[in-house]
Every structure is written in structure tokens, then in C-alpha cells.
């Protein structure tokens, strides 16, 4: 919109008022002065002839009436704000209808006058034409120089009025030369505006320069040959020098010029003015540049004010941004000393705290997140003064943070919410700015809330959280920092009021922040874990279960772990039968529907116990089996039932089912070599066949002490143990006594001559305690075979021929029998050598008889019997003597009663075969023995084998076995099965059993660690 002058003037209407007398005032509703005159004047006139002289003169009256009510009319409508301004418009027409008549019939009248009156008032009625042919009439014809300026200078304005600047400009410069033309200066002031529409800012500023420099043209208008300037016309000019400068690329002089120019009042202002509009011209430079010279000059504080304010934006704008900041600072100071500034309505301090605020603002969008330190500095300088604003505060809130200030930045948002708050509250009746000032409110809490927790200063965060929830009408935020509070306390290790908390936010009504309830109630139950408190966690996990059921299970698994927490704390409390009947009452709640096989295994494991502590075996075992059946199950879960089902085997004597279990288990607790031995024994007590366990044994073993005993166990128990002594002679080669005593219990069980003489001749295995056995079963096999044939032997005397070979034939067997005799004091065994010596002397006794007994053959004379009796007496001496010799030494053996004792004992220390073995070794030599020895003997060992033959009964076996099983831990019942178990001769389940009284009766059947132990 081309820019208009205030300074227009009122327009002429050029009428001539009969003088009238003066009237009073008019009553409402009483017509005006001219409508009274005029209806007069219309009466007059219509009683006068035309040709009256007069009527000229009361038309020209009339016609000035017209125009005096229209523009009466006119001013009125414009002072109620009309939009289409339309009244006067009838009377105008009545006034130009009678100026044109009176103009056609009149030649004496002014017609310039009038004819300049009606080109004004064709003007108004919008008749520019008829207004334009009346000007150029007046100009064409009229002599007098001011008739003609005003017509010029009315044709100027028609067309500056249409935008026609370009015509109007010479209309202008007709009336300007024109010394007493009174409208040379407004003349002079459009054609400026002319070329300034135009675009000529040059002839503009020229015009404009040439009437502040001419006092003629610096008045609107004047009486004709005064010249007065018109200060108010000066400021105006001045003013819009100002403007056209800033439309222009200026020096400092043209700025100085404009100061000189301006009237003294308005000379701070002008300049000031052209600043703004070089700045809003986007001229910064120059802009700059100007302000300096303004504030060089003796300016008001608010002058100053406005120009440091304006530099220090123009300087960041032109990245000075150092001078700009000093500036902004050095106009906060001066904010204060400005008086007017302190004052709530004043216009220009308002558009100056805009402008301080927004150069904060625009600078914080430059800087973005990688903020100068110098920002917040002016953000604290500014809220110093001007404390109450709360989008400030805000934004120096959020500089802070970005600066990582984080305890600043909380004070400032602290500070921002309390007032956005009170600017809520003043816009009670603005729902508009309410809600703004509010979501404001918002923003600031939740930002004070992130600042604090940035801090990890928990004082802070905790007047945070207060603050948001004295504040916020935000619902969800504040259950989340409801949370947050709750969180904090939990984590500053209040439990007991954390848990609490927790636990209301996770049960607050609604379907509003489920993740967080869910958060919450997890948490209460872990802040209970803290506290120990499994009876309230049973009871609040029961209660969460049922608000979300999405998370049933876990929380149904929390109860379960609380039942068996409070279980297992009953049980460990005391061993008060009560406390215990509690804790199996309280494992009896569980529920294990939906439990995941981890929970089952974990509630079945304490089960079992607890069952264990009560003694309740059943139970101990049903729980391990459960455990056994679950599908997912750990290593380590599965170690310890197959354990508890193997320790429970054990108590009842189940070897069977202990033996299967334990097939099941690593048993990490022992070596490989120890768990095949385990289950072997577990194997031999179940009566089931132990040797696939000991062959595997011998795979893996690196013990040779144990290796050859275990070789020797395989082929003693094997169908084809003589096959299987070649297959692990090697192994039994490492211990000589455990190969004799594998040979021994070989052949014990099988007789095999070709063993032992294997044995006997061996020296090294001979001289071990089995192999001695076996080197005394050597000759005592051939003293039983060779006895009976020596005894049994007869001489016969049925001829000479027959007594000769017989006699022969004895003396031979007699001399083997010596040899054996000989071997036997060789190998110093007491029964060998009692034996054989026995054996000797009585036979070379029987000899020595049967020789002297032998009948005298036919035909000899006396001297020959004589001859032959001494003849056969010497051959039967040697016998005699060997007879006492023999018979002495036997005699000696017998008479060793210390040993003679031991024979018993040695056979009853054995079992089995070898027992049987011993026995048949006693009784060859017993055959032999003195009568009372061999009684003895016999006495004892038939005894023994009395008792071999009928054993213990077999009810008592069973009824001593089930004594214990019913009360497993009772010694006294262990230590009487294990003593009938001697009885029966049941070295595996005594061996067993002598293990477990060694452990103590109370954990003797308790496997060991890694067995699946307590």
C-alpha cells in the first residue's frame, strides 16, 4: 500500500457564509441552523421572480448551505466509523446544480471562486472528471496566480489520490515557485511521495531535503506573503526522510544530515527511526553503523535502551556475535535505569523486552544443541531482571541441560512450572491461554524431573518427583512418577515403605499403564525378597495374579517359591515336631498347575527335603521320582532324585532299584572307577550278576592295588575261571597274594591239579598265605592218595618170588612217602608236616612188624634161621629207627598245642569253597592226628560245618531286614541284621552293612557328594 500522508489538510470548499446572527444552540431533535436557513432561502426563492436581481445572490446562498450541511453531515458519519461513507451526497448535488445555473445565467459573479468550489465538490460526489475540466478551466482562464496554484495543486491530488503519480508530479511543480501559494510546501511534499512511489528513492530524499532546507516550503499551508515554518510539518518531513533513507544504501553523513535536518525534538527520534528502517530493510551495516552515531549523541535511557538492544540483534545477526552479547548485556543494565521501562503499559519498553526476549530466543535456535556457555550466562542475566517469565525460565532450563548443568537447569524448570502455573491461574477466563500456560506447566515438570535424574542428585529428584505430583494434571506421567518416587525409595533401601507404595501403584483401578503396574508389583515382590517376607509375598503375589493375568503364572510361580521359602523356614527354625507339621502343611498348598518343570523340580526337591527331615521316606522317594518324571530337567536336578531314590533304596534294603537308579547318575562326587565299583556292590547286595561293572572298572582304572583284587573277583565268579585266569593273569600278576588267592578260590570251587602244582612249584606265589594253602593242598593231595595206598599195602608171603616183590614194592612206597616228608618239612607247613611225619613213623613201624613177621623159608638149618632172623633184623632196624626218628618228631608237632588251636580257626576265618577246602585239608591230617587232637578237631569243625549246612533261618534273615527298613535310622536294628547276615554267611551284605554301622546309623545310607546327597 503506498504510504499516505496524515498531513493531507482539510480541503477548501472556497464558499462565501453570509454573515448570520448568532443562534443558540440546537435541542435534540431540532432540525440544524442550515436546514432552517436552507428551507428558508428555498421559500424565499420561490417567491421571487425570475428576474428578480436578488435571486442571484439567495441561489448563491443557498448553494453555500448545501455544501456547509453536507460537509457538517459528512464529519459526522466519518466520526461514527462508517464504512461507505455516503451522507452530504444529496445536498452536495443540490449545491453543484445551483453553483452551475448560477454560473449559466450570471456574468458579474467570481466564477473562479465558484467554479474552484465545484471542482471540490465534484471531487466528493466522485465526478473526477467534471472536477478536472473545472480545475483546467480555472488554469486556462483565471489571471489570478493563487486561484491557478489552487487549481494546480487540486488537480495534483486528484491524480495522487488515483496513483497516478507520474502526472501528478507536474501539477506539483506548478504550485512550488509560487511565492505566496499557500499550498507550496504540501505541493512540495507530494511531488517527494510521487517520486518516492516510483521508485526513485534518490529525487525522493532530494525533495524531501529541499524542504527541510527551505523555510517557504516548510508549512502545509500560509497567509500569502508570511513565511513561518510549521515545526509539526518538519517532523513530518524529517520523518519520512527517514523512511526514503532507509531505502537506500546510506552513508553516516546522510544519517548526520537527517540530524541536522530534524527539528531538535524529533532530530534522536528521526535517526533512531532510520535505523529501524535500514535493520528492516536488511540494511545491518549501515543499520549498525547509524545506532552508534545515535547513541553517541545525548540520548534518553530508553533511547539508549532501544539502540543497544537493536545493535546487539543486528550484531549476532552479522556474526559479531561478541559485540552483539556485550550489547545485549550493557541493555539489560540500562533496562533498569530506564524509568519508563518500570512502568506496566508502556508501548515501547513492551516492544523492547520482545526484542530482548526473541534475540535470546533466535540465539538458542542457532546454537541448537551445541550451546555457548555464554548462552545460559545471558539466559541468568536476563531472568535476573526480568524474573516472572516463564517461557524463559523454561528455555534457559532446557540451555542447562544441553550444557549438562543439570542442577541449574532443575532450578530453572523448578522456577518455570511455578510460573506457568500463576499464568494459568490469570487466564481463568482465556480457555486458550489457560491450556497453553498449562501444557507449558507440563513440559517444565516433566523436564525438571529428566534434569534432576541427569543429576543423579536424589535430593533433587526427589523435589522433582514431589513437585510434578503437587503440579501435574497429567495422570499418566504422574503414575509413572509415582513410580519413579516408589523406585527411588526401594533404591535407597527403604523397603518396607517401598514395598508398600509399589504394591498400591500395581493395584490402582484401570487399564492405564499396565507395563508400569506390572513393573511395580515385580518390584514389590522383589523388595519382599529383600525384606524375607514370604508370607506377604504369598499373599500379594496371589492378589497380583488376579489384576494381570497375563503374568498368572509368574506370579502364581512367586507364591510357590513363597510357600516353599516359608516351608523351608519352618523346617529349619527348630526341630519342633510342630514347626516341621507346619512347614509339610504349608509345602501341601503349593500349586503346581502351570508350573514350569523348573518350579515342579524345585518344589519337589524341597518336598523330598522335608520329607527326608520328617523321616517320611515314601514321600522322600514319590518326590524323587516326580522330579525323575519331568521332561525338562537340569543335570543337577536329576542327579539329586535319582540320589534320593538311591539313598531311599538303600534304607529299605531295595538293592534292586538302587542298583537301577544309581545306573542313572554321574555321580560327579566319585571317580569312574568308584562308581562302577558302586554299582557292583549295588549289583552283588540285588544278587545280580557285578561282573559287567568290574570289567568296566578295569577299563578305566589306574589303581593297580585295587585292579588285580578286581581281576581276581572276575575270574573267580566266572563260568570259565581257568580261561579267565590267562585272560587277567597279567593284572593279577601285580599282587602275588591276590593271583595264589585267585588260584585258591579256583580251584576251591573246581579242583584242578595242574593249578596247583602250578602254584606249589611256583617259589614266589608258594611262599604267599594263599599259596602256601595251595602248596599244603599239593602234598596233602598226594599224602591222601598216597596214605591210603601205603596203608593199604600188604607184603606177600604166599612165595618167596611174591614176598620179594611185595616187600620190595613196599619199601619203595615208604621211601616216596619219605620224599613227601620231605618236601612237606620243606615247605614248613604244620599240617604237611604233622601229617607225613605221622604217616612215616607209623608205617615204618608196620614195616619194621611186617619185616620181623615175615615167615622163615623151608629147608633152612638152624644156623641158616639163625643167620636169616639177624639178617632181617638188620634190614628192619633201619625202618625202627626211622619209626622213632618219625615218630618223635611228630610227636613234637602234635605236642605244639598253640598251634594245634589255630587249625579250627583257620578254617572258620574262611567262607565257601575255600572253607571246604581247609575242612578237607584238617580232615586228611586228622585222620592221622592223636585221638584228642582229632576229636577236638572234629568237635570244631563239624560244628562249623554244621552251621554251614543249615545256615540261619531264612525268617529271621527277613524279619531282622524288615525291622530295618522300618526304621532305617535305628542302629541298634542295623547292628542285628548285620550279625544275623554273619550267620547266613552274606559277605557282600555284611561287608555292606559293616559299611554303614562305620558311617553311623544316622547318615549311613546317605549317598556321598555327587551322588544326589542331602
Same mark, same amino acid.
Given at each position: ?406 542442577? &541449574?537447569?532443575?532450578?530453572? +524448570?523448578?522456577?518455570?512450572? %511455578?510460573? *506457568? $502455573?500463576? !499464568?494459568?491461574? #490469570? /487466564? ?114 496371589? &492378589?497380583?495374579?488376579?489384576? +494381570?493375568?497375563?503374568?498368572? %503364572?509368574? *506370579? $502364581?510361580? !512367586?507364591?510357590? #517359591? /513363597? ?452
Amino acid at each position: 500500500m503506498k504510504r499516505m500522508s496524515s498531513l493531507t489538510g482539510k480541503l477548501k470548499v472556497g464558499m462565501v457564509v453570509v454573515a448570520l446572527a448568532s443562534t443558540l444552540p440546537l435541542l435534540a431533535g431540532e432540525p440544524s441552523t442550515e436546514s432552517v436557513l436552507i428551507t428558508k432561502m428555498q421559500n424565499v426563492l420561490a417567491r421571487l421572480p425570475k428576474d428578480d436581481p436578488s435571486r442571484r445572490d439567495i441561489m448563491l446562498r443557498l448553494a453555500d448551505l448545501y455544501a456547509e450541511r453536507a460537509r457538517l453531515d459528512s464529519m459526522a458519519e466519518l466520526e461514527k466509523g462508517c464504512t461507505q461513507c455516503e451522507a452530504g451526497t444529496p445536498d452536495r448535488r443540490q449545491a453543484i446544480a445551483l453553483y452551475e445555473q448560477i454560473l449559466q445565467v450570471n456574468s458579474d459573479v467570481d466564477k473562479g471562486v465558484i467554479t474552484t468550489q465545484l471542482g471540490h465538490l465534484y471531487e466528493l460526489v466522485g465526478e473526477k472528471k467534471k472536477a478536472i475540466e473545472a480545475y483546467t478551466v480555472i488554469i486556462k482562464s483565471s489571471q489570478d496566480p493563487l486561484a491557478i496554484a489552487e487549481a494546480e495543486l487540486s488537480m495534483g491530488e486528484i491524480y495522487f489520490r488515483q496513483g497516478d503519480f507520474r502526472n501528478a508530479i507536474p501539477h506539483y511543480e506548478k504550485v512550488i515557485p509560487i511565492d505566496k501559494a499557500t499550498g507550496a510546501g504540501l505541493a512540495a511534499y507530494r511531488r517527494a511521495w510521487c517520486f518516492f512511489n516510483l521508485g526513485d528513492d534518490q529525487k525522493s530524499s532530494a525533495a524531501m531535503i529541499e524542504i527541510l532546507k527551505s523555510p517557504r516550503l516548510l508549512t502545509r499551508g500560509m497567509a500569502p506573503g508570511v513565511v513561518k515554518p510549521d515545526e509539526e510539518f518538519q517532523a513530518e518531513v524529517s520523518r519520512d526522510l527517514a523512511t526514503f533513507f532507509g531505502r537506500q544504501t546510506i552513508t553516516l553523513a546522510q544519517a548526520q544530515l537527517l540530524f541536522e535536518l530534524s527539528p531538535k525534538s524529533a532530530a534522536r527520534s528521526n535517526t533512531a527511526y532510520l535505523a529501524k528502517e535500514l535493520e528492516r530493510m536488511g540494511k545491518i551495516s549501515p543499520a549498525i553503523e547509524v545506532w552508534r552515531f545515535v547513541l553517541s549523541q545525548d540520548t534518553s535511557p530508553k533511547e539508549r535502551l532501544t539502540g543497544l538492544t537493536l545493535m546487539a540483534q543486528m550484531e549476532m545477526n552479522s556474526q559479531l556475535a561478541e559485540q552483539g552479547i556485550k550489547d545485549y548485556h550493557q541493555a539489560l543494565q540500562t533496562w533498569t535505569a530506564t524509568p519508563d521501562c518500570q512502568k506496566p503499559d508502556d508501548a515501547v519498553c513492551a516492544e523492547i523486552k520482545s526484542r530482548l526476549k526473541n534475540f535470546l530466543v533466535n540465539w538458542n535456535k542457532v546454537e541448537k544443541e551445541k550451546s555457548n556457555p555464554a548462552l545460559l550466562a545471558t539466559y541468568q542475566a536476563y531472568l535476573k531482571i526480568f524474573t516472572n517469565d516463564p517461557d524463559m525460565h523454561l528455555f534457559a532450563g532446557l540451555v542447562a541441560k544441553g550444557q549438562k548443568q543439570f542442577v &541449574e537447569a532443575e532450578t530453572l +524448570f523448578a522456577r518455570a512450572s %511455578q510460573l *506457568f $502455573a500463576s !499464568a494459568e491461574a #490469570a /487466564a481463568a477466563q482465556d480457555a486458550k491461554a489457560r491450556k497453553e500456560a498449562h501444557d507449558k506447566m507440563e513440559v517444565s515438570l516433566l523436564s525438571q524431573i529428566e534434569a534432576a535424574e541427569q543429576s543423579k542428585d536424589k535430593s533433587l529428584m526427589r523435589k522433582a518427583y514431589a513437585q510434578f505430583l503437587a503440579m501435574s494434571k497429567d495422570e499418566v506421567h504422574k503414575f509413572q512418577v509415582q513410580y519413579q518416587l516408589a523406585y527411588m525409595i526401594y533404591e535407597s533401601g527403604e523397603y518396607p515403605q517401598a514395598a508398600e507404595a509399589l504394591r498400591a501403584l500395581a493395584l490402582v483401578p484401570g487399564l492405564q499403564n499396565q507395563k508400569i503396574k506390572r513393573q511395580a508389583a515385580d518390584l514389590a515382590l522383589d523388595t519382599l525378597v529383600l525384606l524375607k517376607d514370604d508370607a506377604r509375598i504369598e499373599q500379594w503375589a496371589a &492378589e497380583f495374579s488376579s489384576v +494381570f493375568k497375563d503374568g498368572a %503364572q509368574e *506370579f $502364581a510361580k !512367586a507364591t510357590r #517359591a /513363597a510357600q516353599l521359602n516359608q516351608a523351608v523356614s519352618l523346617a529349619q527354625s527348630s526341630g519342633d515336631q510342630a514347626q516341621l507339621d507346619a512347614a509339610w502343611a504349608k509345602m501341601a498348598k503349593v500349586n503346581l498347575e502351570g508350573a514350569s518343570d523348573a518350579d515342579k523340580a524345585r518344589t519337589y526337591r524341597n518336598r523330598a527335603l522335608l520329607a527326608e527331615k520328617m523321616n517320611k521316606w515314601d514321600e522322600v522317594e514319590s518326590s524323587a521320582k516326580a522330579i525323575l518324571a519331568l521332561k525338562d530337567l537340569t543335570d543337577e536336578d536329576r542327579e539329586f532324585a535319582a540320589g534320593k531314590v538311591v539313598w531311599v533304596s538303600e534304607l529299605k534294603l531295595d538293592f534292586g532299584q538302587a542298583l537301577s537308579f544309581s545306573e542313572k547318575m554321574k555321580m560327579a562326587g566319585l571317580s569312574p572307577t568308584d562308581r562302577q565299583l558302586r554299582l557292583a556292590m549295588f549289583a552283588d547286595l540285588a544278587e545280580k550278576d557285578s561282573r559287567p561293572y568290574l570289567q568296566q572298572y578295569l577299563k578305566v582304572s589306574q589303581d593297580p592295588s585295587r585292579d588285580s583284587a578286581i581281576a581276581s573277583r572276575l575270574v573267580t565268579t566266572s563260568p570259565e575261571p581257568e580261561k579267565d585266569l590267562g585272560r587277567f593273569e597279567k593284572v593279577l600278576a601285580r599282587d602275588a597274594e591276590v593271583l595264589a588267592r585267585t588260584y585258591l578260590e579256583v580251584v576251591a570251587a573246581k579242583p584242578s591239579d595242574k593249578l596247583i602244582a602250578k602254584v606249589a612249584k611256583d617259589g614266589k606265589l608258594a611262599e604267599t598265605p594263599s599259596g602256601k594253602v595251595l602248596k599244603r593242598q599239593y602234598i596233602l593231595g598226594r599224602v591222601s592218595k598216597s596214605m591210603a595206598e601205603l596203608q593199604g599195602h600188604q607184603i606177600d608171603v604166599k612165595s618167596q618170588a611174591a614176598m620179594g616183590k611185595t616187600l620190595k614194592a613196599r619199601i619203595k612206597m615208604l621211601g616216596d612217602w619219605e620224599k613227601l616228608t620231605a618236601e612237606a618239612l620243606e615247605a614248613k607247613d604244620w599240617l604237611a608236616q604233622a601229617a607225613t611225619l605221622q604217616v612215616l613213623a607209623v608205617e615204618s613201624k608196620r614195616l619194621y612188624d611186617n619185616i620181623l613177621a615175615l615167615p622163615m623159608p623151608a629147608g633152612l638149618s638152624d644156623d641158616e634161621q639163625r643167620q636169616y632172623l639177624e639178617l632181617l633184623g638188620q634190614q628192619a632196624a633201619p625202618h625202627q629207627e626211622r619209626a622213632q626218628e618219625a615218630g618223635a618228631k611228630a610227636q613234637e608237632f602234635w605236642s605244639n598245642g598253640a598251634v594245634a588251636q589255630q587249625v579250627p580257626a583257620m578254617v572258620k576265618a574262611e567262607s565257601g569253597a575255600v572253607r571246604a577246602l581247609l575242612r578237607s585239608q584238617v580232615e586228611i591230617v586228622a585222620a592221622v592226628a592223636p585221638d584228642t587232637l582229632r576229636a577236638q578237631w572234629q568237635s570244631e569243625i563239624g560244628s562249623l560245618q554244621a552251621q554251614n549246612e543249615s545256615g540261619v533261618a531264612n525268617s529271621a534273615v527277613v524279619k531282622a531286614r524288615n525291622d530295618l527298613r522300618a526304621d532305617p535310622m535305628n542302629s541298634e536294628k542295623l547292628k542285628l541284621l548285620l550279625e544275623v547276615e554273619k550267620q547266613s554267611g552274606n559277605a557282600v551284605m555284611v561287608t555292606y552293612l559293616e559299611g554303614r554301622l562305620a558311617k553311623g546309623a544316622s547318615s549311613s545310607a546317605a549317598p556321598s557328594a555327587g551322588q544326589g546327597g542331602k
